[in-house]
């Protein structure tokens, strides 16, 4: 994937019917990593998120607000916009489908798709569900209700022009055959692929009822459906046709999304682009649903977890961290607060923060230099955390890194470094501060601001991956504040 030195990355864009919660902030966040580690191999990388701005949800809940639906979309992008600048997410791009160049990409595309043949105007008759922007048919509704998301869903009767899914079957069986690592994690894989060879029915990609929306070529009384409007701006937030960022990222590396959308990304879209006769993505990786101090999230329950609210409470970073190190990224799992100040004290504090803070304490006190062999560098695996990260495991390289960390703390206690003096201990305060310059360095990408604050402490620049290797130790010490604080477990 990294090998052609160029990684592209999405997420999914957010509705704009309300401001982010912690699901927005994984995914953003989970993005942001993978971005940071491909900057730090010295991939060119583009990373992309942003806003879907049409349709019928944004406008119900626009109207609900007494606003227009441009007035109200663009007030809840600032959140957007102010979240992601706090919890240090370092996009390259950020699409609002309400920019006029993507209105023309779109509008262009839904033509490449005419042009080939594969469009037709028809009749719509099924129901929809406002919540998911999605058409279901009779048989597919479970107790009356989405089978997506559990909410009502209303009858739709409408002229409507279709997109030939149906069409491109074989296409996709063939596609995902010869790129196994296209639907992914692989434990997903067989539901897409069984529900493919069950069959699969044309596509509405129109509305006449919902005109908050981009119109749709060549006829005035149609609006293009949500859904096609919001899966282009993955190549128009890029400059398709003919932007030089088209050029140099698309198609794109991953598409990060949550499991709910996967239908959408690993079906639809990849038969919009054979049918545009445009390159697919390589990978779409579809992540796992939190839940909320063992509740689901909704808004009839009011329990959706404000990522800002935690970063004010107990840090960015440890925000970051506790996403990324509870579970692996294709899983579910629950948000607690009480299993984040278990990871902050058990692991933050004691191990990293620790190890920081000892080894700065007795570096600082030393006069000589710090001169020796490389010892614990045996200990780590750079090209175990480099595979890991590359197959989206950042769950397992930060563990592995977490190894490494555990590893020195060991050899300051096996070795009583505080005991030590002279030559013994110059050998062993460089293999600590090596490790620590390392460390700083592989925890860049989840953390930035801890790694900056390491680096402040150390006397260093930030490094890229070829520093991760024990060389000489050049910084120039300066001990500071602890880097977390002990959290005090609520009853
Ligand atoms: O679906 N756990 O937007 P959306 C983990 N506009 N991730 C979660 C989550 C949870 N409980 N809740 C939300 C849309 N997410 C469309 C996408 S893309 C062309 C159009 C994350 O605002 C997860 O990434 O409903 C999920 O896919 C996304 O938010 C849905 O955001």
Not at 115 to 144: A, H, I, M, P, R
Not at 195 to 209: E, N
Not at 346 to 367: H, K, M, P, Q, S
Not at 378 to 404: C, H, Q, R, V, Y
């Amino acid at each position: 994937m990294s090998k052609l030195g160029k990684f592209y990355i999405t997420t999914p864009i957010y509705y704009v019917n309300d401001k982010p919660h912690i699901g927005h902030a994984y995914t953003t966040i989970a993005a942001d990593v993978l971005a940071r580690w491909h900057r730090l191999k010295g991939d060119m990388v583009f990373f992309l998120t942003g806003t879907d701005e049409h349709g019928e949800k944004v406008a119900a809940a626009a109207e609900k607000a007494g606003q227009t639906p441009k007035q109200f979309a663009d007030s809840v992008v600032s959140t957007y916009i102010t979240a992601w600048k706090r919890l240090e997410v370092g996009y390259d791009g950020f699409i609002r489908t309400t920019d006029p160049n993507h209105a023309k990409a779109v509008q262009d595309f839904v033509n490449k798709m005419v042009d080939n043949g594969d469009v037709y105007k028809g009749k719509y008759e099924g129901w929809y569900c406002v919540s998911d922007e999605s058409f279901w048919t009779d048989l597919q509704l479970k107790d009356g209700k989405c089978p997506e998301c559990g909410r009502e869903v209303k009858k739709v009767k409408e002229d409507s022009y279709f997109f030939r899914l149906s069409k491109y079957q074989d296409a996709l069986l063939d596609f995902y055959k010869e790129n196994p690592d296209f639907l992914s994690p692989r434990y997903r894989a067989n539901e897409i692929i069984n529900r493919v060879k069950d069959g699969l029915k044309d596509v509405s990609i129109s509305r006449t009822a919902i005109k908050w929306a981009v119109p749709f070529p060549g006829d005035a009384q149609h609006w293009v459906y949500v859904w096609v409007d919001a899966l282009i701006n993955y190549i128009s937030a890029l400059g398709w046709p003919g932007g030089e960022n088209y050029k140099a990222y698309w198609p794109a590396d991953v598409h990060l999304i949550g499991k709910e959308i996967n239908w959408f990304h690993s079906v639809i879209w990849p038969a919009m682009l054979l049918s545009a006769n445009l390159p697919l993505p390589k990978k779409v990786f579809s992540h796992g649903w939190w839940t909320a101090e063992g509740q689901k999230m909704s808004k009839s329950r009011g329990n959706f977890v404000n990522p800002l609210d935690i970063a004010d409470r107990y840090s960015v970073d440890a925000l970051r961290y506790f996403l990324i190190r509870e579970l692996p990224l294709g899983d579910d799992g629950d948000f607690s607060e009480k299993a984040l100040i278990a990871r902050i004290n058990g692991e933050l504090v004691a191990d990293l923060g620790n190890l920081i803070y000892r080894i700065l304490t007795l570096a600082e006190r030393f006069a000589g230099e710090f001169r020796g062999s490389p010892e614990l560098e045996p200990k780590l695996d750079i090209s175990k955390i480099e595979s890991k990260m590359d197959d989206l495991d950042t769950f397992g390289a930060l563990n592995d890194i977490w190894g490494f960390i555990r590893e020195a703390n060991k050899y300051v206690n096996e070795k009583e470094v505080w005991k030590l003096s002279g030559d013994e201990l110059s050998n062993a305060l460089y293999n600590l501060l090596e490790a620590c310059r390392i460390i700083s360095i592989l925890i860049s990408p989840f953390m930035p601001e801890t790694s900056s604050k390491i680096n402040a402490q150390l006397g260093i620049g930030p490094g890229t991956l070829n520093d991760c290797r024990f060389g000489r130790f050049k910084g120039r010490i300066k001990k500071g504040e602890y880097l977390f604080k002990k959290v005090e477990q609520k009853a």
